[in-house]
């Protein structure tokens, strides 16, 4: 069995539970409404370049509803994040991932957001298709 020095072998950092008794937020819902609206829109955005056949649009739609619910923003969001996940927009996407990148909760990784992403879309115990 080797040991050898333990301290040069680093894990990947683990974000610390909250305290118990005391639900953690999900990274999304930590950010500002100003950055959530980033998020959400980033990912109708997205979503509509992945997916742009008009038999899609009912799933980029459905999906960004459903994001705006998990990141607690207003429902008066939702038109715009509908335009967005429809496919309008997108010459703003550089800009909302220079919004969401500036935010203090981001700063030392920002794959988070890929972590809450998944997060959300197996919310439910299954992934959303």
């Avoid at 040069?8 to 819902?29: K, M, N």
């Avoid at 992945?50 to 038109?79: H, N």
């Avoid at 969401?100 to 998944?118: A, C, G, N, Y």
Wanted: charged fraction near 20%; glycine fraction near 8%; charge should be negative.
């Amino acid at each position: 069995m080797a040991t050898g020095d333990r301290s040069s072998r680093r894990l990947p950092q683990v974000a610390e539970p909250g305290v118990e008794g005391e639900p953690h937020l999900p990274t999304g819902r930590e950010l500002t409404e100003t950055n959530r609206f980033a998020y959400a829109a980033l990912c109708g955005i997205s979503l509509s370049q992945l997916f742009p056949e008009p038999e899609q649009r009912s799933f980029c739609t459905d999906f960004v509803a459903g994001l705006v619910k998990w990141l607690d923003l207003s429902e008066a969001v939702l038109p715009t994040m509908t335009a967005f996940a429809s496919g309008l927009g997108g010459e703003g996407a550089d800009t909302f991932a220079q919004i969401l990148l500036k935010d203090p909760s981001l700063k030392d990784d920002p794959l988070v957001i890929t972590q809450d992403l998944l997060s959300f879309s197996l919310k439910d115990g299954e992934l959303i298709s």
